[in-house]
């Protein structure tokens, strides 16, 4: 078979993702890399503005979609699924599969985010343009299904029977994989990591708490603040620098390589979140051997065992543990062999297969 012949007989597959940052683009590029079995078509919209981003991807996409139809769809769920369908005939018979890196049903709101009802709707209807539903956790699951029970419980008529079982029976589990960090060759029994966006969803002031009352009490450790953080400093990282300049040996976003070397050397790496659908910062820490804490809810017990979670919101909590860690008394390493990229390929590529029957 000619090389032509064997990219005319693979099957087109469109890639759809309307917020092309962090997890999702580290995402995107892995999956075309790895799944080569199928002709890839990759549209894609910066991951900026989610509130216009998630309602108005099918209005930017109007006239950029190609004209011949592919045969098969993957939307992640910022994509208005269902308008986009609605707005181009030729795609309303091809099969979909629908991505959830998240979903807007549990996802904890701010202080200016006191009505959030049109994104739950698109991912709603989109789950229902969709053939098949993925998610990246059983917690991104059970909340979405949970999330769409609760909605459809608070509109006041004309409510169809059966949605929630509908959805359900359309559902699968397709982490995002991650690249495994290797361990340096010499551990720092003091480093604390911190990796994550320093926004209320996270948390932080919980994790500035706790470290600022273990430094009172003279247990020894050090720091290392990375994560994306907005331009305006956030009050919890300004309490950080503020009262522990000497113990923070690094902060800020730093090249993979230099990345990648500190979670290597990292003893414990910290999640203080209140929103987390598979917590990719944490099976990349644990992945190198630092020792994860993390709440005892979200995503977290789907991967973590028990001696690594702590009551959810709960500083003394965090605080206790750190401190009987950094005196010596670590668990074991964490096992994340399951989320390697290398294990979930094939996964993936029966995710992606086309039912020809």
Not at 134 to 160: H, K
Not at 244 to 264: M, N, S, T, W
């Amino acid at each position: 078979m000619t090389d032509r012949a064997a990219q005319a007989r693979r099957p087109k597959l469109w890639l759809l993702s309307a917020y092309r940052a962090d997890s999702h683009a580290a995402w995107a590029d892995w999956l075309l890399a790895s799944q080569t079995q199928v002709d890839w078509q990759r549209l894609e919209l910066p991951g900026r503005h989610f509130a216009w981003r998630i309602r108005g991807n099918p209005l930017s996409w109007l006239d950029a979609l190609p004209a011949e139809p592919p045969d098969l769809l993957l939307a992640t769920s910022m994509v208005d699924l269902a308008t986009l369908k609605g707005l181009h005939p030729h795609l309303a018979g091809v099969p979909a599969r629908y991505y959830f890196h998240e979903n807007q049903f549990a996802y904890p709101l701010s202080d200016r985010q006191s009505h959030w009802l049109e994104p739950r709707m698109v991912q709603l209807y989109g789950g229902l343009a969709a053939d098949r539903l993925l998610f990246n956790s059983a917690f991104n699951r059970d909340s979405y299904l949970r999330g769409v029970a609760e909605l459809l419980a608070q509109m006041p008529d004309a409510v169809p029977p059966g949605i929630v079982e509908r959805l359900k029976q359309k559902c699968a589990l397709c982490p995002v994989p991650i690249e495994p960090v290797p361990a340096a060759a010499e551990r720092d029994p003091q480093l604390v990591l911190w990796n994550h966006r320093w926004e209320h969803d996270k948390a932080p002031e919980l994790f500035a708490e706790a470290m600022i009352e273990l430094a009172g009490e003279g247990v020894p450790f050090r720091l290392a603040l990375l994560g994306k953080r907005p331009r305006r400093v956030p009050p919890a990282l300004a309490r950080l620098r503020e009262a522990l300049p000497e113990r923070i040996v690094a902060d800020g976003r730093l090249p993979l390589a230099e990345y990648r070397a500190l979670l290597g050397r990292s003893s414990i790496a910290v999640s203080t979140a209140r929103h987390e659908f598979q917590g990719l910062a944490m099976l990349e820490a644990a992945s190198a051997g630092a020792r994860p804490l993390v709440p005892d809810a979200l995503c977290y017990p789907e991967q973590y065992p028990p001696a690594c979670r702590y009551p959810e919101g709960d500083q003394q909590a965090l605080a206790v543990r750190l401190r009987d860690w950094l005196a010596g008394g670590l668990p074991p390493a964490v096992d994340v062999s399951p989320w390697y990229a290398d294990r979930l390929a094939p996964l993936w590529a029966e995710a992606l297969r086309i039912n020809t029957h």
